[in-house]
């Protein structure tokens, strides 16, 4: 205990002398002391300071500079001449230590929220491996799925044409599908051998919209499909009917179709070549003979009503020029007209000699004119 003591008394006695000057200025006195040099080295933490002044023994104390021993262990020396003393301060050590320890404290956080962040990470690695999975699983489903409705496309749509047109108009009707949900064709076939009067008796504004409710049935379906496809006569293997889509729309055409214009002609008979006194008394008991003639190319039919006017001829003359002729007239033309909707209807009355009593014309929008012929 008393050799610390010393020492700390030494220590501060020597630290006095290096502000000998300082403590002269202030008044201090003078005194003669024997001390003993031994080229005495100073080491802090192993490493050796310089040793000026030289340290020296004294009443067996060994005396160092002050100032030398607190730089090399971080304080500041200083003199504070109002107090005539020498203050050690520790402040930029401590201030060095906290400021230390503060930065390794932000490294030991850092270092924990990278390893949070490599725990998100390898989270994350983990989910997005999942989902890749996953994904892999839905796109092989989807695959598989397309796959399927490519096969069953065409017998889905043949199966509802079954359940749903099995007959039409009072006709049975047979359908075909083939393709996929990206091009469908359809062939109905039905055989007129059993449903010829029922089948031209049918307007073909009636079959377009027909046409049409199956192509709405597609599009709701398979959306993306090409639609296409005819009506064929399974008795004489003929094409009554065309169709295709483009768009949104459905073209439905019968320029392709063979027309018996001979059946018209035999209907037109029956209808409007006799009894024409319900139109009128005036008719009294005239007939007429009605013929038709046709271009499936240029899609026209041209119809001659022939009367006899050696036998009628008094007839003709009570009718000719009256709403209840010509009523009779639009009546064969709408006939007509009915059947093939997308034709040009034109024609005439004529004597049994062939001569033009009257001719007849149907504009665009159906409306019929009349003009009426003296020269015979």
């Known amino acids: 205990?008393?050799?610390?003591?010393?020492?700390?008394?030494?220590?501060?006695?020597?630290?006095?002398?290096?502000?000998?000057?300082?403590?002269?200025?202030?008044?201090?006195?003078?005194?003669?002391?024997?001390?003993?040099?031994?080229?005495?080295?100073?080491?802090?933490?192993?490493?050796?300071?310089?040793?000026?002044?030289?340290?020296?023994?004294?009443?067996?104390?060994?005396?160092?500079?002050?100032?030398?021993?607190?730089?090399?262990?971080?304080?500041?020396?200083?003199?504070?001449?109002?107090?005539?003393?020498?203050?050690?301060?520790?402040?930029?050590?401590?201030?060095?230590?906290?400021?230390?320890?503060?930065?390794?404290?932000?490294?030991?956080?850092?270092?924990?929220?990278?390893?949070?962040?490599?725990?998100?990470?390898?989270?994350?690695?983990?989910q997005n491996t999942y989902l890749q999975i996953r994904v892999s699983d839905l796109e092989a489903s989807l695959k598989n799925q397309t796959s399927k409705s490519s096969v069953n496309?065409?017998?889905?749509?043949?199966?509802?044409?079954?359940?749903?047109?099995?007959?039409?108009?009072?006709?049975?009707?047979?359908?075909?599908?083939?393709?996929?949900?990206?091009?469908?064709?359809?062939?109905?076939?039905?055989?007129?051998?059993?449903?010829?009067?029922?089948?031209?008796?049918?307007?073909?504004s009636s079959i377009k919209s027909w046409l049409n409710d199956i192509f709405d049935y597609v599009q709701d379906e398979y959306p993306d499909a090409d639609f296409s496809g005819t009506i064929e006569d399974t008795d004489k293997d003929k094409t009554l009917v065309k169709f295709s889509s483009s768009g949104s729309k459905l073209t439905v055409t019968f320029k392709y179709t063979e027309y018996d214009f001979d059946d018209l002609e035999d209907e037109l008979n029956d209808e409007f070549g006799d009894n024409l006194d319900d139109y009128s008394s005036k008719f009294g008991s005239m007939t007429a003979d009605i013929a038709v003639d046709g271009d499936e190319d240029d899609e026209e039919i041209y119809i001659t009503i022939t009367v006899n006017t050696s036998k009628y001829g008094s007839e003709w003359d009570a009718v000719k020029e009256t709403t209840y002729a010509e009523k009779w007239i639009k009546d064969i033309v709408n006939y007509v007209l009915d059947e093939y909707d997308d034709y040009d209807v034109s024609g005439e009355v004529e004597n049994q000699s062939g001569k033009t009593m009257m001719s007849f014309d149907v504009s665009s929008s159906g409306k019929v004119t009349f003009d009426w012929d003296y020269s015979y």
């Open 1 to 126: 205990m008393k050799k610390r003591l010393y020492v700390l008394l030494a220590a501060i006695i020597f630290g006095t002398l290096i502000f000998s000057s300082a403590a002269m200025a202030a008044g201090g006195s003078a005194k003669n002391v024997k001390a003993y040099f031994n080229s005495i080295k100073i080491y802090v933490d192993g490493k050796q300071q310089a040793s000026t002044p030289e340290p020296f023994i004294y009443n067996n104390v060994t005396y160092v500079p002050i100032r030398l021993v607190s730089t090399a262990l971080g304080a500041n020396v200083s003199w504070d001449g109002t107090r005539n003393a020498v203050v050690i301060s520790k402040t930029a050590a401590t201030n060095q230590g906290e400021s230390t320890q503060a930065l390794q404290q932000q490294i030991a956080d850092l270092k924990s929220q990278l390893a949070q962040k490599e725990s998100q990470i390898t989270q994350l690695t983990q």
């Open 153 to 204: 496309a065409a017998k889905d749509l043949e199966d509802y044409l079954y359940n749903k047109y099995s007959k039409w108009k009072s006709m049975e009707f047979d359908y075909d599908v083939s393709g996929d949900e990206d091009d469908l064709e359809l062939t109905i076939g039905i055989d007129l051998s059993d449903y010829k009067s029922k089948w031209n008796s049918t307007s073909q």
